[in-house]
């Protein structure tokens, strides 16, 4: 599972323990769309939606992430 925030103090909190060390990086929707997710597909990971601080996260397959994130993009155009 890889782990991901919509905002970089989620992940900067996040970052102890197994974690420390780390630094939260700024993905771009679509490049997460178009590179890591196929990526993460290849790989066999799954998408560690949100993890709270007590290493809780809905787990997801990236397969199906692109059309559910466009689904939600279309609510705001």
């Known amino acids: 599972m890889l782990p991901f925030w919509p905002e970089e103090a989620f992940a900067q909190a996040y970052a102890v323990e197994e974690w420390n060390g780390y630094k ?11 590179k890591w ?14 993890p709270n601080l007590m290493r809780q996260a809905i787990e997801v397959s990236p397969q199906y992430l692109p059309d559910a994130l466009n689904q939600e993009l279309e609510q705001y155009e």
């Open 24 to 34: 939260p990086a700024k993905i771009e929707l679509q490049q997460f769309i178009e």
């Open 37 to 50: 997710l196929p990526g993460m597909i290849t790989h066999d990971q799954l998408v560690g939606v949100f």
